[in-house]
C-alpha cells in the first residue's frame, strides 16, 4: 500500500514539473520556468562540478563551443628555429640556386602557414607559404634584401622574424665565355662578347663566312614569306629560290630580283648560288644589301659594285665571300647576265648581331 502511493505521488511530480527536469531519452532537460534562474551549485563542502561530453563531444554555452574555445586559448604561438643570431639566411652569387627552409615549431604540432608581412625577397626569389621554403636564383646584383616572414598557426597564433640575403654580382666573364678571342663585358645575369671578324654568336662561336643563315631548301630557318623577287616566271616563284630546291627561281628579264629578308640585322659575309636548271642560270649577278628595305647599296669592290658569277650547274655550288662584309636585312640578287632565264637558288651566310 505504502509502494503504491510514493508511486503515485511521483508520477505526480514529474507531470507537474516537467517544465524544469525532463527525460526523453537519450536526453535529459533541465529548464528554468518562465523569467527564472538555472543555477548549478556543488555542495558546500568544496565540492566540485563535472561536465564530461563523451567521444566528440563537447560543451557548449550558447553556440559556443567551449572546449574548442579551451584549446585556442591555451594554444602557444610557433616559434622560429632562427637561422642565425641576425636572421642572415647567407650569401648568394647572382645566377645562384637559393634553397632555403625558414623552420619554425607550433608547440602543438599544427599545421603553420608562412607569409611576408614587410621588405622585400630578391627578385626571383619566392616563398612557399605552406612550408615555408625560399626559392630561386639570386639576381645578378649587390644587394642585401631583408623581409619579415609571419608564421601562423592554426588557431590564428603568430610569430614575426627579420630575414636577410645578401647577394653579390657576379662578373659572367669569369668563365671566359667569348670564344676565338673575342673580348667580354659583364652584364646582369649576361656578358657580351665583342667578337673579331669573321667570328660572331653570342660567345663568337660562329664563323661567319660559313654561317648559312638557313635559306636552303632542306633547312629554311628563312620561312617562305621571307623570300620575294621581281618579275618572277610564274612557275618558278621566289619561295623556290633556295640552295637545293629541286625547282629553283627563274626571273624574266635583266630587271629581275631575288630578295631574301633575312628577318633582322645580320653582318653578312658571303652568299652562294646554284644555277636554276641546265639550261636556265645566271652568268653574272649582283648583291645589294638594305637594313630597312628601301634603301638599297651595291655590294662593292672599292668603288665599284662588285661582279659576281653564277654556277651553270644544277648541282654545284659557288659561293663568294664579301670583300668586307655588311651590315643587312635585306640581300637581293640582280641578274646581269644570264642563259635562257636569269634562275638561281641561293644562300646566304653571316651572323645575327647581337646587341
Ligand atoms: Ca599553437
Ligand atoms: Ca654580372
Redesign the pocket.
Known amino acids: 500500500m505504502a509502494t503504491t502511493c510514493i508511486l503515485i505521488l511521483c508520477s505526480c511530480f514529474l507531470t507537474i514539473y516537467a517544465s524544469f527536469f525532463d527525460i526523453q531519452y537519450p536526453n535529459v532537460y533541465i529548464t528554468a520556468e518562465k523569467g527564472g534562474n538555472l543555477t548549478i551549485q556543488a555542495g558546500p563542502q568544496q565540492g566540485n562540478i563535472f561536465m564530461k561530453p563523451n567521444g566528440n563531444g563537447t560543451v557548449y554555452i550558447g553556440h559556443t563551443d567551449m572546449l574548442k574555445l579551451f584549446e585556442i586559448v591555451n594554444?602557444?604561438?610557433?616559434t622560429w628555429k632562427v637561422n642565425s643570431a641576425h636572421g642572415s639566411l647567407g650569401v648568394f652569387a647572382g645566377g645562384q640556386s637559393v634553397n632555403l627552409l625558414l623552420e619554425a615549431i607550433?608547440?602543438?604540432g599544427?599545421k603553420m602557414r608562412f607569409e611576408k608581412v614587410s621588405g622585400a625577397f630578391p627578385p626571383g626569389v619566392h616563398l612557399d607559404k605552406t612550408t615555408g621554403r625560399l626559392s630561386g636564383n639570386a639576381p645578378d646584383v649587390d644587394a642585401t634584401y631583408e623581409f619579415g616572414i609571419r608564421v601562423t598557426?592554426a588557431?590564428g597564433?603568430y610569430a614575426d622574424q627579420i630575414f636577410s640575403i645578401d647577394t653579390r654580382e657576379k662578373n659572367q666573364c669569369n668563365s671566359n665565355p667569348c670564344q676565338h678571342n673575342g673580348k667580354c663585358e659583364d652584364a646582369i645575369d649576361d656578358y657580351k662578347c665583342n667578337c673579331t671578324n669573321p667570328y660572331g654568336g653570342s660567345s663568337c662561336q660562329f664563323d661567319c663566312r660559313s654561317k648559312a643563315v638557313g635559306v636552303d631548301n632542306g633547312v629554311k630557318t628563312i620561312p617562305d614569306a621571307q623570300l620575294s623577287s621581281h618579275y618572277a616566271s610564274g612557275d618558278h616563284p621566289a619561295s623556290d629560290g633556295r640552295l637545293n630546291n629541286p625547282r629553283g627561281w627563274s626571273g624574266t628579264n635583266t630587271g629581275s630580283w631575288l630578295q631574301v629578308d633575312i628577318g633582322h640585322p645580320t653582318s653578312v659575309f658571303a652568299v652562294a648560288t646554284q644555277g636554276q636548271s641546265s639550261s636556265s642560270y645566271i652568268k653574272n649577278f649582283r648583291v645589294q644589301y638594305s637594313v630597312d628595305g628601301n634603301s638599297f647599296t651595291n655590294v662593292v669592290n672599292g668603288t665599284s659594285a662588285m661582279e659576281f658569277t653564277g654556277s651553270s650547274s644544277v648541282n654545284s655550288v659557288i659561293k663568294h665571300a664579301f670583300l668586307q662584309p655588311v651590315t643587312a636585312r635585306y640581300i637581293r640578287f640582280i641578274p646581269r647576265t644570264y642563259q635562257t632565264k636569269p634562275g638561281m637558288r641561293v644562300e646566304v651566310y653571316g651572323c645575327e648581331i647581337v646587341n
Open positions: 594554444s602557444l604561438p610557433p607550433d608547440p602543438e599544427g598557426d588557431h597564433k
